[in-house]
């Protein structure tokens, strides 16, 4: 997906160019701190023989894709099937939908993009009617077995969300898997989406461990009807030493890692943990000044805040406040500090880095740091809005 024109065509305009020159509100990439990001990331799925298959519903973008699958990634997760497709079509070649589709419009484009070979495709399912629903649509695009896409059936392992119940209720699922040669058996889906926010370290290495159990139930009961799971595939940013040290996942699907945001960096860090550092920042502007506040032109329009507001990266000893649509409030950390002049730029660290994305259009990527650095390019968002 692109910018308007006008818009894109005057952000090139910033490419070679100091910092300065980068418009706000605009979202912006520290390239050397996301490098960092990717490479500590990297070498530790490589050192504990993981695989690392990144969830790319957090940046929405291929180039970023295609850059972990560089550096070791075996592929990406996505939630949608609109964002599978568009990832496809911008040469990623294998990508996981970590979720459940039902609707036979969205099932029929997915089966075309299988038949066509577009990419390597895996999908999630939780009942019988997702895989009968699944198979009438491979069958009716004409998918055959060389053409098979990756099945895993999920298990809910205490996110109370989708996902069958751990144990025997897979079973029925793995069987009528197996009776579908365009479908291949690919392993359990076991993310605990809600254990990554918890934020003693303790608190979510015990959800992790209770996460186990239900896998080992289900492994266990799978081995006893004489049927073995490929691979076990889950573990977000907050939680993956756990799902590493367990024995029992051989997948991470971490994704924040990449840019983390100001709610992870709330977490109590697991000491056997990768230091990851915030590579996402919005570039804001001070647009009003009176005694006691500053007003920057960034508000809800450039920030996501499911998660809570941003924090002010830049400068120190700022407090962002809730300023509505269009603004955010900055008050003085502590009585008496200075507050930013009219013009000065001050950089905020959103609260949650994927709906953040999903609000703009593109990356500046600037290298050599926030204050001092270039803009080395731009990359596109190239599943923002993908939500069918």
């Known amino acids: 997906m692109k910018a308007p024109p006008d818009t894109w065509q005057r952000a090139q305009a910033w490419v070679g160019q100091g910092v300065d020159a980068i418009d706000t509100p605009s979202l912006v990439i520290d390239l050397d701190a996301m490098e960092r990001n990717l490479a500590r990331m990297a070498t530790f799925a490589r050192e504990r023989g993981l695989r690392l298959r990144p969830h790319a519903k957090m940046h929405k973008s291929a180039e970023l894709s295609r850059l972990q699958m560089a550096q070791g990634a075996v592929g990406v997760c996505v939630q949608k099937t609109d964002?599978?497709?568009r990832l496809a079509a911008?040469?990623?070649?294998?990508?996981?939908?970590?979720?459940?589709?039902i609707a036979a419009h969205k099932l029929e484009r997915l089966a075309g993009a299988v038949r066509d070979r577009a990419a390597r495709?895996?999908?999630?399912?939780?009942?019988?009617?997702?895989?009968?629903?699944?198979?009438?649509?491979?069958q009716a695009a004409g998918?055959?077995?060389a053409a098979a896409i990756d099945v895993f059936v999920e298990i809910d392992v205490g996110q109370g969300r989708c996902g069958v119940p751990p144990g025997e209720a897979a079973l029925a699922l793995v069987r009528l898997i197996h009776q579908h040669p365009a479908m291949r058996w690919a392993g359990l889906q076991a993310y605990h989406g809600g254990a990554q926010h918890r934020r003693g370290a303790a608190e979510r290495a015990d959800a992790i461990a209770a996460s186990a159990q239900a896998v080992r139930l289900t492994l266990d009961a799978l081995r006893q009807h004489g049927l073995h799971a490929p691979l076990v595939t889950g573990a977000g940013t907050g939680?993956?030493?756990?799902?590493?040290?367990?024995?029992?996942?051989?997948?991470l699907q971490a994704g924040s890692y990449l840019f983390m945001d100001a709610d992870y960096a709330t977490n109590e860090r697991d000491a056997a943990s990768p230091v990851f550092e915030h590579a996402l920042f919005v570039k804001s502007q001070v647009m009003s000044r009176s005694a006691d506040h500053a007003v920057c032109d960034a508000g809800h329009k450039s920030h996501a805040i499911d998660s809570g507001l941003p924090r002010v990266a830049h400068p120190a000893g700022l407090v962002f406040?809730?300023?509505?649509?269009?603004?955010?409030?900055?008050?003085?950390?502590a009585p008496g500090a200075p507050l930013p002049a009219l013009g000065d730029t001050v950089w905020l660290i959103p609260g949650h880095c994927d709906p953040t994305v999903n609000l703009h259009d593109f990356f500046v990527g600037v290298r050599g740091g926030l204050t001092q650095g270039h803009?080395?390019?731009l990359i596109t968002i190239d599943t923002r809005g993908a939500l069918a």
Do not use: K, P
């Open 83 to 85: 964002e599978a497709l």
């Open 121 to 138: 495709f895996a999908l999630a399912v939780d009942s019988a009617e997702g895989i009968d629903r699944l198979a009438a649509a491979l």
């Open 321 to 333: 406040a809730n300023g509505g649509d269009e603004h955010g409030v900055l008050r003085a950390a």
């Open 239 to 251: 939680s993956l030493v756990n799902e590493a040290a367990s024995g029992l996942w051989g997948e």
């Open 143 to 145: 998918v055959h077995e």
């Open 90 to 101: 911008a040469g990623v070649g294998n990508i996981y939908i970590s979720n459940e589709v």
């Open 375 to 377: 803009v080395e390019r």
